[in-house]
């Protein structure tokens, strides 16, 4: 039977251990690295995957079209899929099935996510899956990793573009204007496709959804498990990433990717297009359930 749960983690502390009185433990490590790019999403650290690896001895993959990741640790295999909250777990095949490993997964708080083309995982969880030890300075808001006498200190990156706090996409009007997207996948039942979307889509969108009929997109998008991006002081980026179907074997599922541009203007945030792309990840990363 498949094991599943959910990880809860101190809000506090942003998923890490809680804080104590002694010095930092990684400083007393002659080999510990220092990076500048960690990443907050949902109230979770992130940090780039090649930090991972090169400085934890770590033995990853990262597939670029599939956009996953594989971590061999003794016998066990975790995968992770960027825009998905779920990693999977594979250990030895069990007497039962010697044919198919034992399978386990875990939903995180937070997702993989490709970041101006840098892959961010999330760093307590592949951390201590590994077998380092992670802490928090809440006071420095800076993570320290140790494993043996390998060291990883991970301060957050400083955004380039300053936002001010009031101006910032808030997670409610994420998620509105997600499911906004989902209704204008098709739009030929609706019968005033411009007032309808007038308060969330900018006029270059909505003036496309009248010519394509649509966005052609899935209409079956959760709510955002990934951080909006800021390009400038009045735009970023949002990527989503829904199961579409399972494959014939069921060893498979195929995906569909939605890269969506943000716009704020007149004092709110508006989508200004969509691009979609597809990809084939294996079983496990999201439920599917045919319709």
């Given at each position: 039977?498949?094991?599943?749960?959910?990880?809860?983690?101190?809000?506090?502390?942003?998923?890490?251990?809680?804080?104590?009185t002694e010095p930092?433990?990684?400083?007393?490590?002659?080999?510990s690295t220092t990076i500048n790019n960690g990443q907050i999403n949902n109230g979770r650290v992130l940090v780039p995957l090649r930090a991972v690896s090169e400085n934890l001895g770590a033995s990853l993959q990262w597939f670029q079209a599939d956009k996953v990741i594989k971590i061999k640790n003794g016998n066990s295999t975790i995968w992770l899929a960027a825009n998905f909250k779920r990693v999977i777990i594979e250990s030895a095949p069990s007497s039962e099935t010697p044919d198919t490993p034992s399978r386990e997964y875990v939903d995180l708080d937070t997702a993989t996510q490709v970041i101006q083309g840098t892959t961010y995982v999330p760093l307590r969880f592949v951390s201590q899956s590994l077998g380092a030890v992670v802490s928090w300075d809440q006071l420095s808001k800076h993570a320290t990793v140790t494993l043996g006498n390998k060291g990883l200190i991970v301060n957050m990156e400083s955004p380039s573009n300053q936002i001010p706090e009031k101006?910032?996409?808030t997670d409610s009007r994420l998620k509105l204007?997600?499911?906004?997207?989902?209704?204008?996948?098709?739009?030929?039942?609706?019968?005033?496709?411009?007032s309808t979307f007038q308060p969330y889509f900018t006029d270059r969108?909505?003036?496309?959804?009248v010519q394509n009929k649509g966005l052609n997109t899935a209409g079956t998008y959760e709510a955002p498990v990934t951080s909006p991006i800021y390009t400038s002081k009045h735009s970023a980026t949002l990527t989503q990433s829904v199961i579409l179907a399972n494959?014939?074997?069921?060893?498979?599922?195929y995906a569909e990717d939605r890269t969506v541009t943000l716009v704020f203007t007149n004092g709110t945030w508006k989508v200004d297009s969509v691009n979609k792309g597809s990809r084939v990840l294996i079983s496990g990363f999201s439920d599917y359930d045919p319709q």
């Open positions: 039977m498949i094991k599943k749960w959910t990880i809860s983690l101190l809000s506090s502390a942003l998923l890490l251990l809680p804080l104590t930092s433990y990684a400083a007393e490590v002659p080999t101006n910032k996409i204007l997600s499911d906004k997207l989902n209704q204008a996948s098709k739009v030929s039942s609706i019968k005033n496709v411009n969108l909505i003036k496309s959804l494959g014939l074997t069921g060893e498979d599922q």
